[in-house]
């Protein structure tokens, strides 16, 4: 009886150890992820190479001696941890499979979805040209003026908006899920809709290959199904961090923001709400029909009892007018219960530019341009070039157009609701459609 409690007691501190064998090693690399940054020992980069667009700007002599000087002891052992955390966080990052399959079988409404989808396409207006090779001189002092601008007024007490003071820490975590994040080249890029969102994630599933065809990553954006580029599945954002990474989520959120290049890409903000309207209210789209134009027809129409579906709606010559989309926005009851959809949202709300220092702002006014400078200043245009961009058929010129049934008042009251994005990205404020 002795001698068998013994040998239980042995096993059970052979278990132990090999447990404080395993745990241990694990409880040293989360607190190097703690402290290190901190510290300041070294440049720790998780999961990448690079460091923000100053990377892609080093003298090419100076990367041809870092390539002759032999690696360090200490290097060799960033290199290794590098590696472990790797392994350890990005274990359960496992990359999307399209089954052939799952493609080809599918339902009557998903086919209906998939021909709004390509009326949605049309509506864009795509211009499949080569683009232009024409880059401006003064590109980076135009970057320069664009991100001292959001400065400017971040700091300016003489312009205040809802979240302009608040920090990171207070950003709730559903807040920042338009925060896509790439491990593997070091990037993470805000996406804006009807800001070229749908290109630019495709862009980042094939530099993250997130997104598998029949076990291959995407090369080409452009051979990536639509109705898998906005799902968000495929995209590995913020607010999926505190899933992964439990109560050390905030602090890698910090060094990946510090560590990592960040971009984001605006447009006029009522060009952008025309654009908005465009694609969402003028074809048959069945989700935002349920789910906004319904309301829109109740509260601003004669329509009580609108029609059940949109299809219904179409074919009876039923729906929302610009003027019902813009009573909507400035109605007080519409963020009573849930926050304005990410379409129309105000750019500072979902990308937080006061509290993230983004290192690049692009344009969709210059979009081709400013795709080309960032993709060369990630050094990834040899692995990625941006799509053939599309003739933008929503354009400025058309705002007093559109408007032009849209009373002064409420125009005035509009332009107050998106001044912040006027005022943070350099877009002139409408005097025009604000005069009487």
Known sequence: MGNSSLQVDKMGKSRLFR??????????????IIYWDDVGATHFYLHTTISGPQSSRLPSDTQSDAKQKPASSKENFISDVDEFLSQVLESSNKPNKLSKEGSDQKTS????????KQQEERVRGYDWKARSST???????????????????CTNYTLDFPGRN??????????LDHLIVDDRHGIIYCYVPKVACTNWKRIMIVLSESLLNQGIPFLDPLEIPREHVHNSSV???FNKFWKRYG???RHLMKIKLKKYTKFLFVRDPFVRLISAYRSKFEIENEEFYRSFAVTMLKRYSNHTDPPKS??????????????????YLLDPRTEEHMPFNEHWRQVHRLCHPCQINYDFV???????????????????DNVVQFPPSYHNRTVSSWEEDWFANIPVEWRRELYKLYEADFSLFGYSKPKTLLQV
């Open 19 to 32: 447990i404080f064998l395993v745990l241990g090693p694990l409880f040293m690399i989360l607190l190097i």
């Open 109 to 116: 409404q998903e086919t209906s979805g998939q021909n709004g």
């Open 135 to 153: 880059v401006s001189l003064d590109r980076t002092q135009s970057q320069d003026r664009r991100k001292q601008l959001l400065h400017d007024f």
């Open 166 to 175: 608040r920090s990171f820490d207070d950003i709730p975590n559903k807040e």
């Open 235 to 237: 995209h590995f954002t």
């Open 247 to 249: 109560k050390f989520a």
């Open 310 to 327: 949109v299809v219904e709606a179409f074919a009876a010559g039923i729906k929302p007018s610009f003027s019902n989309f813009i009573q």
């Open 362 to 380: 692009g344009k969709l006014e210059t979009l081709d341009e400013d795709a080309e400078y960032l993709l060369s200043l990630l050094n990834v």
